[in-house]
């Protein structure tokens, strides 16, 4: 946010009674200490929140009171979304139609010519892609002093906000993610343009089901530093189009005007880099010293962090974060068949690990029949106790013998499988004495 603005949003938070001014400016001090540092603009109302100076409902609050102020023709505005590096984009309705929609309006101090041009421009680009994984533009306007675009309003967390909850996406989803953006990419690139600041925070998702793995529609937004081949080169001007310094390619540093599509490769890749590791690949103390490690390819290694994945994970990435842009994939359709090739590995797993399941399952029912079949029959155990009982009562020998022999019946019974019942002749008349024995003394 610029500090005009950052004053509003205060001065409207502390009339509220929402927060102190020194609460103020401890979360503008922090904002000002991270875009140093990483080079990453965080909105100043997420560390109010997360110092717990004020609460979400009223930083909306705010955000809406502050919407009140924009007056633009033809449009209901209801609250501030964010701010980018041209302007702020406002939730609002259109009148006529009723249809919701995100308005961007240029900031005061970028009320030039040259801006207004690069402005119209970004604006076109828009119109001219009319993706679904990019964010529609609708209609360029100017409403008294203020110049602005509607475009498609799209429910949702970003990439950025879903990495916040989740540090780490699995490798099926996080290369579908990347996957449905090379396709929007390559079809941007087709038409001669290409984006120069793709990063978490421009890859919004409507809904992320990390229980399902289900991923929803995915939109690529703010084409502020978005290039086209088409338009004159002279719009981008110096400094204009040099990215974020943990997304952007080394290239872009060195010559933001003159860079191709094979940069948003590079972006693409520390993207998928973070979604694995849950750790940027650009590393350093400041912006300045993050940007100098960048330029010189000192960048983490994926492999340093044992993910465990499949070495052709690590090459693709590797490959997509090459600092000599020659070794990067030289379009398109050759990186979307190496994303393709990891997908069908890793869908197939859960495939094999439930066949492999149910092959044991079905061994561990075969053992369990047979160990069944080698166990007594529970009857003939029954059957022999009865006997047994009886036994004890009988009243003469006749009655005793012919217990004995269901008793050895019952006894035989008992033995499983046995391959030839003659070769226990032998032992008959050994039992029967034994048997004769028991009864004498049970008789006494």
Do not use: W
């Not at 309705?93 to 309006?105: F, Y």
């Not at 390619?249 to 993207?271: C, H, M, W």
């Not at 330029?295 to 052709?312: D, M, T």
């Amino acid at each position: 946010m610029s500090k005009q603005d950052r004053g509003s949003f205060g001065k409207i938070a502390i009339d509220a009674g929402y927060i102190t001014e020194d609460g103020l400016r401890e979360a503008m001090f922090i904002q000002g200490q991270v875009l140093q540092e990483s080079g990453e603009k965080v909105n100043l109302g997420k560390i109010l929140l997360d110092k717990g100076f004020m609460t979400k409902e009223q930083i909306l609050e705010v955000l809406s009171l502050q919407a009140k102020d924009i007056y633009v023709e033809g449009f209901e505005i209801h609250s501030k979304l964010g701010a980018g590096n041209m302007g702020a984009v406002y939730h609002a309705t259109h009148v006529a139609s009723k249809k919701e929609v995100a308005l961007k309006i240029i900031a005061d101090k970028h009320s030039t010519d040259r801006f207004l041009k690069r402005f119209e421009v970004e604006f076109e680009v828009l119109k001219k892609l009319q993706h679904p994984n990019i964010v529609e533009g609708i209609a360029l306007g100017k409403s008294g002093a203020v110049h602005f675009y509607a475009m498609e309003y799209v429910t949702g967390k970003t990439l950025r906000d879903i990495l916040k909850i989740y540090p780490t996406l699995p490798v099926k989803e996080s290369v579908e993610i990347i996957s449905t953006v090379c396709q929007a990419l390559q079809y941007a690139i087709s038409h001669g343009i290409f984006h120069r600041d793709i990063k978490p925070d421009n890859l919004l998702i409507e809904d992320y089901d990390p229980v399902t793995g289900k991923v929803g529609k995915i939109k690529i937004i703010d084409f502020g530093l978005a290039k086209d081949t088409d338009v004159d080169s002279n719009l981008t001007m110096e400094g204009t189009g040099m990215g974020t310094p943990l997304y952007m390619a080394p290239e872009q540093v060195k010559d933001a005007k003159n860079v191709d599509f094979r940069a948003d490769i590079y972006s693409l890749g520390a993207t998928l880099f973070k979604m694995l590791s849950g750790h940027n690949s650009a590393f350093g103390k400041s912006s300045m010293e993050i940007v100098a490690n960048v330029v010189k390819g000192n960048v983490r290694n994926i492999r340093e962090f044992n993910l465990g994945f499949a070495e052709n994970i690590y090459q693709l990435v590797d490959k997509m974060m090459a600092l000599d842009v020659k070794k990067r994939h030289q379009d398109y359709a050759s990186l979307l068949k190496d994303l393709e090739a990891i997908h069908k590995s890793v869908s197939k797993k859960p495939k094999v690990e439930k066949q492999e399941k149910e092959k044991l399952e079905k061994e561990k029912t075969e053992k369990d029949k047979s160990a069944l079949q080698a166990i007594p029959s529970m009857t003939a155990v029954e059957d022999l106790a009865t006997t047994a009982s009886s036994e004890q009562v009988g009243s003469n020998s006749e009655d005793i013998f012919s217990s004995s022999e269901e008793r050895m019946e019952g006894s035989f019974s008992l033995i499983p499988n046995v391959p030839n019942q003659d070769l226990l002749g032998f032992a008959e008349p050994i039992l029967y004495i034994f048997v004769l024995i028991i009864c004498f003394y049970l008789m006494i």
